[in-house]
């Protein structure tokens, strides 16, 4: 992929990410001004989690990790890809449908291992409900995410980026509907979950289908190519398997505190913002590229772009993560303080966000340094990373919990998320150059650093002088809309000052 190409295939899937995480905000906004922090909003954050961490765990995590490096070599070298891609898609809908059916059966079960500080109370059934009408949305999402593997190995990563849209889109035309129509929200929402499932597979199947890829469900076949792809993806899903008991002992410790479950929810789901738009999209986009590049044994384009990869990512996310920890109480009062969220959830979920908010680089550059192990098939090695961090997350967020309370759970995720990109970054030494970071990058990395810190500094002077106007009714909109962009304008200036970023690069990223 030319480095323009992969530029825009950046900004691509980073608009795509963005339009549906501004989406997804506003139905964040509504779910908390319609359900707030209590029983039913617990309860169903819960069972909606559900289907998203198998969904994590099996297509976007584990499988994707070890089928678009395969399929990206075979469609390069032009060795029958859609047959293969045929033999996966079969095999994943008959391995998640088995799920679907064990899962629903199993559902109490299940939310007792999600929040066992549920039993006994209202909330456990509630969630058992929930979970059982949300769960067939697993089915749907899994064979979008294969599908969105086979368009972004072609180059075709529109579909892939928007698809997330409908979710969110639909969400927010049911929510409308069911408060103007008196229906349970909870129930409304649930039942909405699978069919927005079903939008989003329509819609990249579509999309592959006019690229020459109409995948076709068969009979699963265990081939030699598929008994690779198993092999491959076996220690990856045991890393997404660790992957999700972190966010697991996260819930479980927010369960036994009223009100936790919400709190973390909507402080994750503001700093996923910068996080999809950022790392999920060069996550996306590098991966088959520099699956690309090794087949080629194009050293030198892999190091190009991993260092390119790194310098955009650490150039949006570093000032988005200071924003985070400095103004988290303007951004969470004014974002969602209205109907069932008061003042005591904004304070709360914002201590939360700070939290989340120093872990954000960490996030966003394991889905740079990842791609570096997956492009060579190597799942093992972030597997065995993985585990270390499973376990340091374990030890702060449990053993933290009776003295500082639910914020433990955010702090071991923010302290894993650093102890992972540091064994990521210290296992790369064994790559050779592809894996070496350039001049360009070193030069300008701290740069990028100073300019950060400096826009905090500023943006918390500005919070003082708008204390007023960002309390009142009337005014808190503008007022934080005005904190935000002179915030995004202070960065700007500083990183152009300080040889962070050229005034060329700016604008032309600008234009993309």
Sequence with gaps: MKPVRLMSGFLTV??????????????????????????????????????????????????????????SKKYEAGEDPRRFAEDAFAGLAATVLLVSLIAMAAMPWLVLAMAS???????????????????????????????????????????????????????????????????????????????????????VWIAAARMGYPLRLRRPRLTPDMRRL?????????????????????????????????????????????????????????????????????????????NRATEFSLALTLPAAIALMVIPVPLIGVLFERGAFGPTDTIFTAQTLAVYGAGLPAFVLQKVLQPLYFAREDTRTPFRFALISMVVNAVVAVGLAPFIGFIAAALGTTVAGWVMVAQLWWGTRTMGEAAQLDARLKDRLPRVLLASLLMGAGLYGLQ???AAP???????????????????????????????????????????
């Design 230 to 306: 198993l092999i491959i993806a076996g220690p990856a899903v045991l890393a997404g398997g660790v992957v999700q008991i972190n966010l697991l002992v996260g819930r479980q410790v927010g369960s036994f505190f009223d009100g936790a479950i919400a709190w973390l929810n909507y402080a994750d789901r503001l700093y996923q913002l910068p996080l999809g738009v950022v790392g999920i999209a060069i996550g996306i986009v590098l991966l088959p590229d520099i699956s690309r590049r090794l087949k080629a044994m194009d050293t030198v384009g892999g190091r190009y772009a991993y």
């Design 464 to 466: 003082v002088l708008l």
């Design 117 to 203: 500080g549920f039993a006994g109370d209202e909330r456990f059934d509630l969630a058992v409900l929930y979970g059982r009408i949300t769960f067939p949305y697993i089915l749907f999402i899994s064979l979008a995410a294969l599908l969105s593997g086979v368009l972004n190995a072609g180059g075709r990563f529109i579909a892939a980026a928007a698809a997330p849209v409908l979710l969110n889109v639909f969400f927010i035309a049911a929510m409308l509907i069911a408060h103007d129509r008196g229906w349970d929200m909870a129930l409304t929402l649930s039942w909405a979950t699978p069919i927005t499932g079903f939008a989003q597979a329509t819609l």
């Design 14 to 71: 980073g608009g795509w990410t963005l339009a549906s995480r501004v989406v997804g905000f506003a139905r964040d906004v509504l779910i908390a001004a319609y359900l707030g922090t209590g029983p039913v909003a617990e309860a169903f954050l819960v069972a909606f989690s559900l289907p998203n961490t198998f969904r994590r765990f099996f297509a976007e995590g584990a499988f994707n990790t070890a089928f678009v490096p395969m399929f």
């Design 470 to 512: 960002l309390a009142a009714p009337g005014q808190r909109y503008l007022a934080l809309a005005a904190l935000v962009v002179a915030g995004m304008t202070i960065y700007a200036l500083l990183v152009i000052a300080l040889g962070g970023m050229r005034r060329a690069d700016l604008r032309s990223a600008m234009r993309r």
